[in-house]
């Protein structure tokens, strides 16, 4: 599979976080992808119990080991989600409309339930070698 | 209450061979936490974690909203992000949970940790960071 790219932009920006200065900051990169695990835009409704994201262990061997890129959002306008890491160990609860987007690294699996009911998550995933 | 504006773009041509990949999420957050951080750590190198919350992470779940940019444009300065399971306490080789590169960046609603630390690979690089608790 031919390597690709991930053009990936992201803004922040606040003028009443602080008192005395406004927030205001656009960071861009250009991603190379090329991996062996390459998920398009998906949903999938939860449960309140883990399931894997990723369709495959992640097996890189580069940059941190078993590195992805990976976005989620919760498509649920009153539940939560909650991520964790191969070891169960939870970094991440999105609440209704809230999205994330990082390089994940040092876990085979990105795992994802409900904290009640059956949410809709999105999500996408690539991994690098 | 403050409010802070997030948007995210991602978008390929070459990533599949039959769809392109072109999208905008956007997001208004309203962190009301007792801590709300902004600066850039020179990290101290390999075999040293840097913390960056001033204490501890707290409210619902220790919930708050990370932004982090390694801004080192040299080849092999990654740094690891690992959460701590308690302030003032380095995480532990399983806690790492992201790697930055040069260049990258993250957001990400962090939850169930009491603050974040960051190891580079080699080298000493920089690290931006947006820290804003949200309850």
């Known amino acids: 599979m031919a390597n690709a790219t991930l053009n990936a932009t992201f803004s922040i920006s606040s003028s009443d976080l602080f008192g005395v200065v406004s927030l205001s900051k656009t960071v861009t990169d250009a991603l190379t992808i090329d991996g062996d695990n390459r998920q398009g835009l998906t949903t999938m409704v939860t449960s309140t119990s883990y399931t894997d994201i990723n369709v495959e262990a992640l097996s890189g061997t580069t940059q941190g080991t078993k590195k992805a890129y990976v976005y989620a959002k919760n498509t649920d306008a009153t539940l939560d989600l909650i991520f964790a890491d191969d070891g169960d160990q939870i970094f991440s609860k999105l609440a209704p409309g809230e999205f994330l987007f990082y390089p994940t690294t040092d876990n085979t699996k990105i795992q994802v339930k409900s904290s009640s009911g059956t949410p809709t998550v999105e999500f996408l995933l690539l991994e690098v070698d | ?135």
């Open chain 2, 1 to 135: 209450m403050a409010t802070v504006n997030v948007t995210l773009s991602l978008g390929s041509t070459d990533l599949f061979a039959k769809q392109t990949l072109s999208f905008t999420e956007t997001d208004v957050l309203s962190p009301v936490g007792d801590q709300q951080l902004i600066g850039r750590i020179k990290t101290t190198g390999s075999g040293t974690k840097d913390n960056i919350a001033t204490k501890a992470l707290d409210g619902t779940d220790d919930r708050a909203y990370l932004f982090l940019h390694n801004t080192s444009t040299t080849t092999g300065e990654f740094v690891d992000v690992g959460l701590c399971a308690a302030h003032g306490t380095d995480s532990v080789a399983a806690d790492v949970f992201a790697v930055l590169g040069p260049g990258e960046f993250l957001f990400l609603p962090i939850s169930d940790m009491q603050d974040i630390d960051l190891e580079p690979d080699t080298g000493t690089p920089v690290v931006e960071y947006i820290l804003m608790e949200k309850a």
